[in-house]
């Protein structure tokens, strides 16, 4: 019998060295290597850009830093009343990290059964604790951009609570809902995540972004250990979070072919999707613009589940049960307050699977993953008999690939460097402090 190849459940790629080179030069040519420079202010305009954001937005060392400064900087430091902040318990633990960080006590609310987003049943709830509400942590899970109408009826949900709202948005740099309409714009502050596992992978960092200019500048000192644009620190006690410039140089090379990146991504999980669904597989609703980390699934059973998870090991394919255990069930967070019994959340994370994803995923590697999954006890037809995509659609304006998000161009960083034809109006950086 002849072993398989592991499918790895990840498998992050990073630029070459000679395609960063052009970039990180002019960080070399000015000896500015930290604090703000070429790189780094490039880096948060064309983000801005990108995402079609009026203010550019602040890089950071990485997503759970940009979490915490961004709480802070909406919801200040906790008072005697004032200490919740609902936050899901279907995510990742540096969501409720950065919470107990920065001096709060999560408060655990369900999600949507259907698109796995914070509820606004659950959110409805948290009327009884208002006076103890210093804010709301909302996730776009998995990267994915809720649709315009649950956008829409989350802010009213949030606004009737009348506090702060930061979105964790880690995954979800690209990401569209069903109007082409990017992330970066949600609440009062977001955050997202470069980490080598993200599709906008640059090893370690983050960018932070809002509508406020305000809260972007107090993002800002919250990096730089709270030095303001005089260099003194008279508002804010913060922390060395600043991104440099090395990192940003890698992030300016992910973005010139990151439309790509998507395309591929979005190619591979939509032929999954077409195979899986008829068999009983349950996709995440709304998730066809998403930008697909992994691919997640949940199974009709946690049964089915478990017998996946066994074939995976047998058949070389690393796959994962994200989110669970939900964080209301960690070890460390039983004693946190939360809404409800969280019913959605429990049966969901018992259910769910995350199935691998690359760059460069292969035609054989999804064939293997759907008979993976149609293995683990579904009786539907297995598949749809079409051949998985060799070779997704990658040139510019593909379909897929996102609005506004860079089309490749020459990577050459030069002096006085025109903004790109077609892109968004140029944001003004802020000033280096």
């Known amino acids: 019998m002849v072993a398989h190849e592991l499918i790895r459940f990840q498998a992050p790629a990073l ?37 079609g954001l009026l203010h550019p937005g602040v890089a950071v060392n990485n997503a759970t830093s940009g979490l915490m400064v961004a709480l802070r900087a909406c919801l200040g430091t906790p008072d005697g009343e004032r200490r919740l902040v609902a936050v899901p318990s279907f995510t990742f633990i540096a969501s409720v990290n950065a919470v107990v960080w920065a001096g709060f006590e999560p408060v655990f609310v369900d999600i949507d059964p259907d698109d796995w987003h914070i509820s606004e049943s659950s959110l409805a709830r948290l009327h009884d604790l208002r006076g103890s509400l210093a804010g709301i942590l909302l996730c776009s899970t998995f990267g994915t951009a809720p649709s315009a109408a649950r956008r829409a009826s989350l802010a009213a949900a949030t606004c009737a609570l009348g506090v702060p709202v930061v979105v964790d948005s880690a995954a979800g740099f690209g990401a569209v809902d069903e109007d082409g309409r990017p992330l970066g714009d949600q609440g009062d502050v977001e955050v997202f995540s470069f980490h080598a596992t993200k599709p906008f992978a640059i090893g370690e960092g983050g960018l932070v972004t809002s509508r406020s200019d305000g809260v972007l500048d107090t993002v800002s000192e919250l990096v730089n250990f709270g030095f303001d644009h005089t260099r003194s620190v008279t508002g804010h006690l913060g922390i060395n979070g ?94 946190c307050r939360q809404v409800g019994d969280l019913a959605v959340t429990g049966s969901l994370a018992e259910r769910i699977i995350g199935l691998p994803m690359a760059n460069d995923i292969s035609a054989t590697s999804l064939e293997r993953i759907r008979d993976l999954v149609l293995s683990a006890g579904t009786t539907a037809p297995r598949g749809t008999g079409r051949r998985p995509p060799r070779e997704p659609a990658a040139a510019a304006g593909a379909p897929g690939s996102v609005p506004g998000i860079p089309q490749p161009r020459g990577a050459a960083l030069t002096e006085g460097d025109p903004d790109r034809p077609g892109a968004a109006p140029a944001v003004t950086p802020r000033p280096a402090q």
Request: proline share 8%.
């Open 15 to 51: 630029p070459s060295l000679r395609d960063i080179e052009p970039y990180f030069a002019e960080a070399e040519r000015v000896r500015w290597f930290s604090n703000g420079g070429p790189c780094v202010t490039r880096l948060e305009r064309e983000c801005a850009n990108a995402l």
């Open 242 to 335: 600043k991104m440099p410039e090395l990192t940003a140089a890698v992030g300016l090379t992910v973005l010139d072919r990151f439309d790509e990146v998507l395309t591929r991504r979005r190619t591979a999980a939509a032929w999954l999707r077409d195979e899986l669904e008829p068999a009983g597989i349950a996709f995440q609703a709304g998730s066809t613009g998403s930008t697909f980390q992994f691919v997640p699934i949940a199974l009709p059973t946690p049964a089915a589940r478990g017998l996946l998870l066994q074939k995976a090991q047998d058949a070389r394919i690393e796959v994962r049960a994200y989110f669970d255990p939900p964080m209301h069930r960690l070890p460390a967070l039983t004693t």
